[in-house]
């Protein structure tokens, strides 16, 4: 089983380019989730997706614009990137609203902004 | 507020001690759910437990325990008898029981020493 599937898995952006997070999963499940891991700051959610067609904010939503038109893919789209958006980046879903059960993460992407 | 904090910003032991990591919750909600994940070096995160805040037993799963007591707002993660593939970040995370976020803390290091 591939479960969440990340590309890339590795980026370097100069300041003001724009590029797409892709995020896949291959379990059915309705939710889905990114994050972005900042060393020595846990994770902090961007956005999510309860279903097809549906998306919110987060904790840290700006900078950042997300797609949801099938189950199986969320993108993650950053516009005009900055040095703060520097971090890894990490897709997870979860068949369940995220208090019923687990989330499963793909293997993150880490993006430096230079 | 919704937080969850990890003092224990990172551990060493050596092989074969015990190791407890700490987890300290807060939240407004009454009912509310509680995780446990660890974040080996290949990156991604993995599931290791989800308790609801009306099941304070404790559990227990090989050299796995984890202790929750709601008095003093804790969900401690204790691993018995180390190993080196322990080694590992590992995080304690929160979702209040109306929203669909998860709430993490910063994580712990642990380092196992062989």
């Known amino acids: 089983n591939a479960g969440v599937t990340q590309t890339p898995k590795f980026r370097i952006l100069k300041i003001g380019q724009s590029m797409t997070l892709q995020c896949t999963q291959d379990m059915n499940h309705n939710y889905m989730y990114w994050y972005r891991q900042d060393p020595g700051m846990g994770l902090k959610l961007i956005y999510y997706?309860?279903?097809?067609?549906?998306?919110d904010k987060g904790e840290v939503p700006n900078g950042y614009n997300v797609s949801r038109s099938t189950t199986e893919d969320f993108p993650l789209r950053l516009e005009l990137a900055a040095p703060s958006q520097t971090s890894v980046y990490f897709c997870a879903s979860s068949y369940d609203r995220a208090r019923n059960t687990e989330a499963f993460f793909g293997q993150g992407t880490r993006l430096t902004v230079v | 507020a919704q937080k969850v904090t990890q003092a224990q910003t990172e551990i060493s032991v050596v092989e074969k001690e015990d190791v407890t990591l700490d987890c300290v919750y807060e939240?407004?909600?009454?009912?509310?759910?509680l995780f446990w994940y660890k974040q080996p070096p290949s990156g991604e995160l993995v599931f290791l437990i989800r308790?609801?805040?009306?099941?304070?037993q404790n559990e227990i799963s090989g050299r796995y325990s984890w202790n929750f007591q709601k008095s003093t707002s804790s969900f401690n993660f204790t691993i018995t008898a180390s190993q080196v593939v322990d080694s590992a970040v590992y995080f304690c995370a929160l979702t209040p029981n109306r929203d669909d976020k998860i709430i993490f803390g910063k994580g712990t290091r642990l380092h196992i020493l062989p």
């Open positions: 939240t407004r909600d009454t009912t509310y759910y």
């Open positions: 308790r609801n805040s009306f099941d304070e």
């Open positions: 997706s309860v279903g097809a067609g549906i998306t």
